[in-house]
Each structure stands twice: as C-alpha cells, then as structure tokens.
C-alpha cells in the first residue's frame, strides 16, 4: 500500500493528540526538562550571549555534548541555536579542549586547567578577538560533558553569566551508583519498578533508556556503576553475560561512566545445586581459597575475559563474609587475603575492588554496632593500594539516623570508600517525601577528631585527611523502570543531591534543594520557597515519627517499611528490634558506653567522653548509646518519656504541615505531578502516625506513664 504525504501527516496528528503520556512533566526528563525561561532580563542576557555555539573537535562525548547544549538552550531560550564549527561575529558560547579547539588553544588556559584534572572545566567570559564568548574548556571531553551540564544547571537557576568565572572540579575521584538490581529484574530494596537492566534482551536489543540513565548521572558528574546486586549471581562472569555486560558498558562510555560488577567470592566452585543457595558459583574447582593457586589463576584467567570485552572495566564490587554471602573467611583467610587476590588480578588492567565492610558476624562481638570496625581496623595497612574498604555511614545498617561509623578516620593507610543509600529502605520506601541531603550532610560534615579538630568525614574520604592514593564515594541507587525513574517525584531529589555532593560535598543541603525544584519543578520563587522549607526539614521529621532520639532497628522485619517494635523471634537476635530498643521498666535504649557494650571507645576522644557520658551525649544519639530512664531529663528539660511522646508528635505535625503547604501549590504545579505528591502525602501522613501511635502504644507498657496531650 502506498502512502500519501497527507496520510502519512494525518497519523502523525492522531498519534500526538491521543499520546498525552509523553508529556513533559510525567517526570521521565528528571532535572533536565529545559523548560523556557519567562525572566526576560535574564533571558536576553542569554540571547545575546549565545546566538551561536561553537564546538571544535570530534568524538561522541562531544557528539552528545553538541547535542546536549543545543537542545538545552533552545529550550530554555524558546530560539533556535546553531552549532557551528569556527567563531561567527556575534557572542557564542565555545567549548573545546585546547588539544581540538583553536580557539581555546590560543585563550592559553594551559596553568588554570593542569589544576582541574581529567573531569574538571573552566566557564568564563572572555573576549575572542573582540567577539564576546562564554567558554567551556576542559582537559579532556568528559570535563567538556560536565561543564556543558553544569552551564546548563547555572541557566536553569537563572544565574547571570556576566564576567561568570567558575573552575570546577570533583573533590572525589570515584562517584559511583550501586545497583542492587537481580537477575530476574526484581530489585533489593528497589521501590521503583523493576530493574532497569533488561538482561534477557541483552547484548541483542539495546533499551534507549540505558542512554537516557547514563545522560542523567553524567549531569551530575557520577562516573562509574555497578549494576548488579551485591548479594551477587555468580552467572554474571559468564562469557554469555559478559557479553550483555559489554553493551552496557558501550553505552555508559562516551557519558564518563565506567561500569563494575558485583561478585560472588565462591564464583570458581562448581554451581549450588539449590539455585537460590548464596554459595557455589560457575567453574569447577573444589575451592574458592584466595591463596590456592589454582583459584588465583581461575580469577586472572577470568578477569582477562572480561577486559577483553570491556577494556576500559572499572573492577569488582564484594560483600563477602555477609549475611550468608561465601568469603574468604570460609578458608581462614582474611579480608584482606581475600580483597588482594583480585587486586592483584585487576591491577595489570587499572581495575579496582570495593570491599565492603557491612559485615557483623556475632561471634566477633554480641554488640552489632562494633563488630565492623573490630574485624577492619586490625588490617589497615594490608590491603593493596587499588582496595577501597567501603562502609555504610553508619555502624548498623543506613536506619534514619545513627552516629557515623567509627572507622571513618580509624583506617588511614586504606581508602575507605563511603557507601549511602539513596534508595530509601529505612526511610519510607518511595512512599515518603524524604530529602537526605541533610543526613548525608550530617555525616559528611561530622568531625571524627581522628587526627584533631578538622578531621571531618568528608575529608577522610576525599582523602585529604589521610592522603589516600585514591577517594570514593557509592550511593545505593533508587532507580527502576517506573516512569518517572525513582517511584515518588521528590525520590529524584535523592539521585541529584547525591550526584552534587559526589561532586562537591561543600555544596549545602539548600542549595541542592533550590536547584533541583528550580530545574524540575517551578523558577516561580514562591514556590521555590514553600517546595524548600517542605524538603529541607523533611528528614528530621522522618527520624522523629520513626525512630527519634537515637533509637533504630524496630521497623518491620524484612519488609522494613512499618514499625514493629515488638519483634522478638529471629534466627538471629541483632534481626529483632527487641536486641535494639531493651525498653524495660526502668528506661529505654542500647548501653553502649563503658559501663555496657563500650562502643563508644571506639570514637576519637573528645567523642568518646561525649557519647560515653549521658549527661554529654546529645540528645539524637541518647538511646543509641544508652539506656535512659524513663524519667532521664533531657536537654529540653522534658522527661525522657515526655520528649519521646513529643518527638513522635512533632514529626507527625511536619507532615501534616507538608501536605497544607503543597495543597496550597494546587495551580503553580502541573495536574499530575500535583496529584501524584498529593496522594503520596496523604500515605505519607497516614504511615507516619501509624509509626507514632504503634510505637508509643508499645513503649508505654513499660514506661506506665500518660501520653501528654499535643496541639
Ligand atoms: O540492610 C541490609 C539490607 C539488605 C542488603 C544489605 C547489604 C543487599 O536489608 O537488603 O543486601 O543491607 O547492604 O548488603
């Protein structure tokens, strides 16, 4: 059948009338919606800057850097930007690295760009022969990437450009995102729909959105990611999953982003016969001994594979000697035995491992709590030098709040990696509008005394404390197929706000805030402000309608979305929540200070006295690390009981307060989006005081004391 031109032209109407689903705001385009500009001072300004873009040099980062910027500008701009490949005689924006743009080359930024590495660029307003220009100039074409995003970012904040002058560079080296996507495309922990990996597609049939994902990590600046579970299938190191692996990799590559795999410790034995067993693995040896020889080789030989599909690899991502996942330990070798096996295999070809150190077997010690820094801190200094240690923020296991993890500033010959979790398993699944901002902040900017005054967490893992060879940051990913990616809208504030902190962990929670609702949701500034002052509270509220003032782990086994304080019964006791909370008739909380478990000899002095002391402990940590009386006078001067009743309450007020606020953006926010927050709050309201009236319900059978009235 032949088709006419106006036939042809009169499907093409029916199918964009009837696809309302592809419209801009269903959330798919995340933070980079490129909506027109309305301020039309700022919007002239640009115009008049970029008539033009000029970008010298070919590769496919630059191909899609072209591609980026031109559809960046003319959508915020509502005008049409051309590309061109030499200087015209109006303003331009020029990007280029001096090795492929002349223009760059002649500007002579060889000092000022020696300083920003591989990733880092330069924007600034300069003079081209008379002809006024906004350069991008990087050292290398992913620098060029991040510039373009990042200009991108300060023109949908509205930022003047005159006499702009920013030098840029990421103060971590490795910014990764985890997946803990299975094989089955079911995610641990995920709230967002399924995988995004479609595997039985794989390496045929290549999914646009593996693009579109990488697009959106490298607006942020995030550089590697591992995209399977840690709780590994072995099946991954397979030729014929290698295979599916290297296409990913293909993809992510031009954006800057290198791919890792998870592994499992046992992959040289022979297959479980139970297919769900966490053991065995792929090969056919009798053992996994990282020191047998015959191991040592089956991982060399198997690494080669793998390089030779994927040249450029990023290495291998452990949990070993973990919640039943096989390790060294199985052979009486160490961590490190086991980590610098496949160092050592890795290292001919720039990979690297990431040993986590989620490890708390009970044997080690009966408080959980400690467990991790007694097995790490004894083999600081034995692992090689292309090792990351990664650890989760805190000693337990990413609950709403805790004390860092004390091994921050107590490995100083290891780089320790730090682990979050964006995806939020403790914090209301993609049910709760929960900005984590603050709390990674919290940890990052906590000062673990290690070596004085100024020994910050951030700086343990930007390495500038200890003068690591290598720094690394990994947020636990809450991406899935859902449509708008993250399950709740708010959810993606977490990915931004992860990504910007990898880049820059000086950058504030309110910053980060603004920018995002700037760039996805409104530029109006009264919405910017009641959006901000909901988000920026958000997780305070969240800790005190779950677990305030210190206490965790008493949500709902497994599913860890509900309260459920009365857990009692588990294979193992550190699973219940009764092991955490010890209420009882005298008080509440976990002893952990000299007089208990001494955990707290575990922080640098002046904490340790801190934490120890309950008159010095602060009050958000007070029953993580003691147990209170029920009558303890707290720094409000409320009874311990008292500020518990009101804690809960005051959490459960926020939210109340979050729901009013975002009603009354009814018309400044598009319908379904609008909705769709809507709905969630009202869970979100309704969960919060189920955690409040469950809690507090069960705690009072041992405090015996009245629930003081709140208004
Ligand atoms: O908190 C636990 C989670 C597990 C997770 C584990 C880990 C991937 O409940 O689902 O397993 O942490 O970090 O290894």
């Known amino acids: 059948m032949k088709l006419s031109l106006?036939?042809?032209?009169?499907?093409?109407?029916?199918?964009?009338?009837?696809?309302?689903?592809?419209?801009?705001?269903?959330?798919?385009?995340?933070?980079?919606?490129?909506?027109?500009?309305?301020?039309?001072?700022?919007?002239?300004?640009?115009?008049?800057?970029?008539?033009?873009?000029?970008?010298?040099?070919?590769?496919?980062?630059?191909?899609?850097?072209?591609?980026?910027?031109?559809?960046?500008?003319?959508?915020?701009?509502?005008?049409?930007?051309?590309?061109?490949?030499?200087?015209?005689?109006?303003?331009?924006?020029?990007?280029?690295?001096?090795?492929?743009?002349?223009?760059?080359?002649?500007?002579?930024?060889?000092?000022?760009?020696?300083?920003?590495?591989?990733?880092?660029?330069?924007?600034?307003?300069?003079?081209?022969?008379?002809?006024?220009?906004?350069?991008?100039?990087?050292?290398?074409?992913?620098?060029?990437?991040?510039?373009?995003?990042?200009?991108?970012?300060?023109?949908?904040?509205?930022?003047?450009?005159?006499?702009?002058?920013?030098?840029?560079?990421?103060?971590?080296?490795?910014?990764?995102?985890?997946?803990?996507?299975?094989?089955?495309?079911?995610?641990?922990?995920?709230?967002?729909?399924?995988?995004?990996?479609?595997?039985?597609?794989?390496?045929?049939?290549?999914?646009?959105?593996?693009?579109?994902?990488?697009?959106?990590?490298?607006?942020?600046?995030?550089?590697?990611?591992?995209?399977?579970?840690?709780?590994?299938?072995?099946?991954?190191?397979?030729?014929?999953?290698?295979?599916?692996?290297?296409?990913?990799?293909?993809?992510?590559?031009?954006?800057?982003?290198?791919?890792?795999?998870?592994?499992?410790?046992?992959?040289?034995?022979?297959?479980?016969?139970?297919?769900?067993?966490?053991?065995?693995?792929?090969?056919?040896?009798?053992?996994?001994?990282?020191?047998?020889?015959?191991?040592?080789?089956?991982?060399?030989?198997?690494?080669?594979?793998?390089?030779?599909?994927?040249?450029?690899?990023?290495?291998?991502?452990?949990?070993?000697?973990?919640?039943g996942m096989p390790g060294p330990q199985d052979y009486n070798r160490s961590h490190a035995e086991g980590a610098n096996m496949l160092a050592e295999a890795l290292a001919p070809y720039g990979g690297i491992v990431i040993w986590r150190a989620f490890v708390y077997d009970a044997d080690v010690d009966p408080d959980r709590a400690k467990r991790a820094y007694m097995e790490f801190v004894p083999l600081d200094g034995q692992f090689h030098n292309n090792i990351f240690v990664q650890s989760k923020n805190g000693p337990i296991d990413f609950q709403p709040r805790e004390p860092i993890q004390p091994l921050f500033g107590a490995m100083p010959?290891?780089?320790?990696?730090?682990?979050?979790?964006?995806?939020?398993?403790?914090?209301?699944?993609?049910?709760?509008?929960?900005?984590?901002?603050?709390?990674?902040?919290?940890?990052?900017?906590?000062?673990?005394?290690?070596?004085?005054?100024?020994?910050?967490?951030?700086?343990?893992?930007?390495?500038?404390?200890?003068?690591?060879?290598?720094?690394?940051i990994a947020g636990v990913a809450n991406t899935g197929s859902d449509r708008n990616w993250c399950g709740h809208l708010f959810a993606q504030a977490n990915w931004y706000a992860f990504g910007r902190l990898a880049w820059d962990h000086n950058l504030s929670s309110e910053e980060i805030a603004e920018e995002w609702i700037r760039m996805t949701l409104s530029r109006n500034d009264d919405v910017v402000k009641t959006v901000k002052s909901m988000m920026i509270g958000s997780w305070e509220a969240c800790v005190n309608y779950m677990t305030p003032l210190g206490l965790h782990h008493i949500m709902q086994a497994g599913f860890h979305y509900g309260p459920q304080p009365s857990y009692a019964k588990s294979s193992r006791l550190d699973w219940t929540s009764v092991y955490y909370h010890r209420a009882d008739s005298v008080g509440l909380g976990f002893n952990r200070s000299s007089s208990g478990s001494n955990a707290t000899s575990q922080y640098f002095p002046p904490w340790r006295q801190r934490f120890d002391k309950i008159e010095t402990c602060p009050d958000e940590y007070l029953l993580w690390f003691h147990h209170a009386r029920w009558d303890h006078k707290m720094q409000s001067g409320r009874t311990l009981w008292d500020e518990l009743c009101y804690r809960y309450n005051i959490g459960v007020d926020y939210v109340k307060e979050m729901r009013r606020k975002w009603t009354t953006l009814e018309k400044d926010i598009d319908p379904d989006r609008f909705s769709h927050v809507q709905e969630k709050l009202a869970t979100q309201e309704k969960d919060a005081a189920i955690w409040r009236d469950t809690c507090l319900g069960y705690f009072q059978k041992f405090s015996k004391m009245p629930i003081p009235e709140y208004n």
């Open 413 to 472: 010959k290891t780089p320790l990696m730090l682990e979050l979790q964006i995806t939020q398993e403790y914090l209301g699944h993609s049910k709760h509008l929960v900005f984590l901002a603050p709390m990674w902040k919290e940890c990052l900017d906590f000062d673990t005394y290690a070596k004085g005054q100024n020994s910050q967490v951030s700086r343990v893992i930007d390495g500038s404390l200890h003068n690591y060879p290598m720094t690394g």
């Open 6 to 323: 106006q036939h042809v032209l009169i499907v093409i109407l029916i199918v964009v009338s009837v696809c309302p689903m592809i419209s801009a705001d269903d959330g798919y385009n995340l933070w980079m919606s490129y909506r027109k500009l309305d301020d039309s001072a700022i919007l002239k300004e640009y115009k008049q800057a970029f008539s033009s873009i000029v970008i010298e040099g070919d590769s496919e980062t630059l191909g899609i850097v072209r591609e980026e910027v031109k559809k960046g500008l003319e959508g915020l701009l509502g005008a049409d930007v051309p590309v061109l490949s030499t200087l015209s005689k109006s303003a331009a924006l020029v990007i280029g690295t001096s090795s492929q743009s002349q223009v760059i080359q002649e500007l002579n930024f060889s000092n000022e760009l020696t300083l920003l590495g591989r990733d880092g660029f330069l924007i600034r307003s300069v003079k081209v022969k008379g002809i006024p220009a906004i350069i991008i100039a990087a050292n290398e074409d992913v620098g060029l990437l991040y510039g373009s995003f990042h200009l991108l970012r300060l023109i949908q904040n509205g930022q003047s450009l005159t006499d702009v002058n920013i030098h840029s560079k990421p103060r971590i080296q490795y910014r990764l995102l985890n997946h803990w996507d299975n094989l089955d495309r079911s995610v641990e922990r995920g709230y967002a729909g399924k995988s995004l990996w479609k595997w039985d597609e794989l390496p045929g049939t290549v999914d646009t959105r593996y693009k579109d994902y990488a697009r959106a990590n490298a607006s942020l600046g995030i550089n590697g990611t591992a995209v399977n579970n840690v709780n590994a299938n072995p099946i991954f190191l397979t030729a014929k999953y290698i295979a599916k692996l290297k296409v990913l990799a293909d993809v992510f590559r031009p954006y800057g982003i290198k791919l890792f795999v998870s592994i499992r410790f046992s992959s040289p034995l022979r297959p479980a016969s139970n297919r769900n067993s966490r053991r065995g693995g792929i090969g056919s040896l009798e053992t996994a001994d990282p020191l047998d020889p015959d191991v040592r080789r089956w991982w060399k030989e198997k690494i080669k594979e793998v390089y030779q599909s994927i040249p450029d690899f990023g290495g291998f991502l452990v949990k070993a000697n973990s919640e």
